[in-house]
């Protein structure tokens, strides 16, 4: 059936370095992709979300590409810092009334000091 | 910070007994959620709510069920828990035209 998936399970990255998270979707229907930042003993928290008809989407420290042609989303995070160790869902949804989240299995970023 | 509050935070039980797990959101939003979520694995919808008197289930085949008589409180209840049942539970609200959906903080299902 249509899935979101991630590419990569685990990230580690030096502080201050940029950090990019991939996710790949099956789903041509979905309207809205929605990055989720889950830190350990906590629901998820919303970053940001880009539409379907939208290719780059930023927000603080935060930019989100679509690329529609091969169906990937990722997530930029500028000047890693420690406190954005947690993990990472990419979301998507049919938008409109019909609200449901899709997630993908997450991936997993550690900032070292 | 979203006003949506689950409880218990944890909770370990016994095979065979009812559960109540509790979700409540102070915001106001139509829309509310229960996802399933085992460590380190994407969150699996299992019932979601447009408004009071509105439930349906999820993608995610599960054995407990929901009620929604207020828009704040949206309960799921195990009616015999099952070590099979082992999980997190995450509940989530949105309002009627919102994309974003706000996370209570879970509650981590132990049955033994």
């Known amino acids: 059936g249509e899935s979101v998936g991630l590419h990569l399970p685990t990230l580690s990255v030096q502080e201050g370095d940029n950090s990019i998270i991939n996710c790949a979707y099956s789903n041509s229907a979905s309207d809205y992709f929605i990055w989720y930042k889950q830190e350990s003993g906590k629901g998820p928290q919303f970053i940001i979300d880009?539409?379907?008809?939208?290719d780059k989407r930023q927000g603080q420290r935060v930019t989100v590409l679509l690329n529609k042609t091969v169906k990937h989303l990722s997530l930029q995070i500028a000047a890693t810092q420690p406190g954005d160790s947690a993990v990472y869902f990419c979301a998507e949804n049919m938008g409109g009334s019909n609200y449901k989240l899709t997630f993908g299995k997450g991936t997993l970023l550690t900032v070292n000091p | 910070e979203a006003d949506i509050y689950q409880t218990p935070r944890y909770l370990v039980i016994g095979t065979g007994k009812k559960i109540t797990l509790e979700c409540s959101q102070t915001?106001?939003?139509?829309?509310m959620y229960w996802y399933q979520q085992d460590p380190g694995m994407e969150l699996h919808l299992i019932h979601y709510?447009?408004?009071?008197?509105?439930?349906e289930k999820g993608d995610l085949s599960s054995e407990s069920t929901v009620s929604r008589i207020r828009t704040e409180h949206f309960p799921l209840t195990l009616e015999s828990a099952r070590p099979s049942h082992t999980s997190q539970y995450l509940c989530a609200s949105s309002p009627r035209t919102g994309r974003e959906a706000f996370f209570g903080q879970g509650t981590r299902l132990t049955v033994v």
């Open positions: 880009i539409r379907s008809n939208m």
């Open positions: 915001m106001g939003h139509d829309k």
């Open positions: 709510s447009y408004g009071v008197n509105s439930t």
